[in-house]
């Protein structure tokens, strides 16, 4: 039997639970969200500087969050030094199987085509 926490959520909630919860109004999912924005905006800022890209493009279940990607573009249009635009990918939650699928393929062929 699972324990449920003071807050009457289970203390396994998936990470997109917490996003559903944020959008309920849910006080300790927003701030959790927020928190989780403002690491991925600091990153972003980051990568696009080394990088020197002007869109970062997000997957999977957690990339895929409307409400993430909007706090997190909130934050990134207070940025100083980088603002790279951000988007979703078109694979959504299925970015990493498919980036998975690619690596494969990718090794596959190299093992059969190299000399």
């Keep these: 039997m699972q324990k449920t ?6 203390a396994n909630l998936k990470p997109t639970q917490v996003s559903e919860l944020a959008q309920q109004g849910d006080l300790r999912a927003s701030k959790l969200l927020q928190t989780t924005a403002q690491v991925l905006a600091h990153a972003v800022a980051n990568i696009s500087v080394l990088l020197n890209t002007s869109l970062i493009v997000l997957g999977g279940a957690i ?9 997190t573009r909130e934050l990134l249009d207070r940025n100083q030094v980088a ?3 951000l988007a979703i990918s078109l694979l959504r939650e299925d970015a990493q199987l498919y980036g998975a699928i690619r690596l494969a393929v990718n090794r596959v062929e190299s093992s059969l085509f190299s000399s």
């Design 63 to 71: 990339g895929s969050s409307e409400p993430l990607l909007r706090a």
């Design 83 to 85: 603002r790279p635009r």
């Design 5 to 10: 926490p003071r807050n009457g959520h289970n």
